[in-house]
């Protein structure tokens, strides 16, 4: 930076000259004619004027308490949490059985892992039936990708499932 003329950019230059330069740019322009101004309303109807920069008074916050407006009809009816709960409550139970049975010896292992292939394939379907609001905890990521991987897991616990005794 120390190779740079003192007239390279604006941060070269210290705050007083560019002050002094901003100055001399105004006066050298070549000043226009007043334009005629057009009646003004009056005071009560008039929007308030924005703070002028530099002065103190600090416009008041923002606050977004009806953003977005006009992109829903109308607010959604609350769901109940019993139903939200109710799909994921069922592939879990299924697969909580599915793993008890086969929990309970070697014999039936081929049985529980056909429960839990089936409770996958379940939940792969109740994902793809139901709305998003109503799927719950079956829901974590886009549509597709939910049901393709519960059908891709429950297909390939099924097939382990048919190679055991």
Known sequence: MANRPASAGA???GPQQTQQTRQQARQAAPQAP????????????????APQPGSAAAPPPVHHQGFPRGRRAAPAKPVSLIVVWLPYLLVLAGTAVGLFVASQGSRSAGRG?????????????????????YAGLLATRSKAQDVAGFAVLGAAVLAVAASLP
């Open 11 to 13: 941060h070269s230059a």
């Open 34 to 49: 007043p334009a005629p101004q057009a009646p003004q309303a009056p005071p009560a109807l008039q929007a308030p004027q």
């Open 113 to 133: 892992a056909a429960v839990v292939g089936a409770s996958l394939l379940v939940a792969a379907l109740a994902r793809l039936a139901l709305p998003p609001r």
